[in-house]
C-alpha cells in the first residue's frame, strides 16, 4: 500500500546543530509540504513544494530550508538548531493540480534541541 | 489572508452524549474546509471536507459538519460519541483559487469523552 513514512520518530539534538528530518512518499504526489505543531498553535506550514526542483515558502520558514530532487522525498533541514524548533513534526503530501485534494499525513517527528 | 478560529480548546463530554466543535473561518474569497481528526501519537487524517454543493457534509465515524457562509461557520457534530472519539480535531480551510493546495489549520479542540 502507498504510504508516507518520516525518520527519525524521535530526534534529541544540541542547539546550534544541523538536523535533517526525511519525509518519504510512495503515492506519486505532485504536492508536499511540511508542517510543525505547537501547543496552542495547531499546524503551521514550514515549507512546502509542487513539483520537482519547486519549492516555497510557508508563514513559519525561518531557520529551515527544504530541497526536492524526486517526486518521492522532501527532506526538512534546520541549519542551526534552536530550542524554539522543539517541536513535532508532519509531513503531508497530495496529488496537486486542483486545490481541494486531501492531504495525507506522515506519523510525525517529535524534535527536542536543548 | 485565510484564518480558522476553533472556539473551544477543550471539549469534556460523556459516552453518547452529543457533541459539537465550533469553528469560524475568515477569509475574501470562497474557501474549501476541511475537519481532521489526530489521535494520540499519530498524524492527521481527514474527517470530512466542504467543497460545494450541500453545506451538510457527511464524514467517516458518523460525524458530520453543517458549512454556513453568512455565519463563516463549519461546525462538527455527533449525535452520540464514544470512548474511542477522544482526540484532537482540527479545522481547515484553503483559499480557492489562491493558495494552491495549501492549508490554514485552527489551533485545535481536545475532545475527551468520558464514561
Known amino acids: 500500500d502507498a504510504e508516507i513514512t518520516q525518520s527519525p520518530r524521535h530526534k534529541i539534538t544540541e542547539t546550534g546543530r544541523q538536523v535533517t528530518l526525511a519525509c518519504h512518499q510512495t503515492?506519486?504526489?505532485?504536492?508536499m509540504f511540511w508542517y510543525r505543531q505547537d501547543l496552542g498553535h495547531g499546524l503551521r506550514l514550514i515549507h512546502y513544494s509542487y513539483g520537482v526542483q519547486d519549492t516555497n515558502k510557508g508563514e513559519v520558514s525561518d531557520g529551515y530550508s527544504v530541497s526536492r530532487s524526486n517526486t518521492e522525498d522532501l527532506p526538512l533541514t534546520l541549519e542551526s538548531a534552536a530550542s524554539s524548533q522543539t517541536s513535532v513534526y508532519f509531513c503531508a503530501s497530495s496529488v496537486g493540480g486542483d486545490f481541494f485534494n486531501e492531504q495525507f499525513f506522515g506519523p510525525g517527528t517529535r524534535l527536542t534541541v536543548l | 489572508a485565510q484564518s480558522v478560529t476553533q472556539l473551544d480548546s477543550q471539549v469534556p463530554v460523556f459516552e453518547e452524549a452529543p457533541v459539537e466543535l465550533r469553528c469560524n473561518y475568515s477569509s475574501s474569497v470562497s474557501v474549501y474546509l476541511f475537519w481532521y481528526v489526530q489521535y494520540p501519537n499519530q498524524g492527521l487524517q481527514l474527517l470530512l471536507k466542504y467543497l460545494s454543493g450541500s453545506t451538510l457534509v457527511k464524514g467517516i465515524n458518523g460525524f458530520e459538519a453543517e458549512f454556513n457562509k453568512s455565519q463563516t461557520s463549519f461546525h462538527l457534530r455527533k449525535p452520540s460519541v464514544h470512548i474511542s472519539d477522544t482526540a484532537e480535531y482540527f479545522c481547515a480551510v484553503s483559499d480557492r483559487g489562491t493558495s494552491g493546495s495549501r492549508l490554514t489549520f485552527g489551533e485545535g479542540t481536545q475532545l475527551t469523552v468520558n464514561p
Open positions: 503515492w506519486n504526489h505532485n504536492n
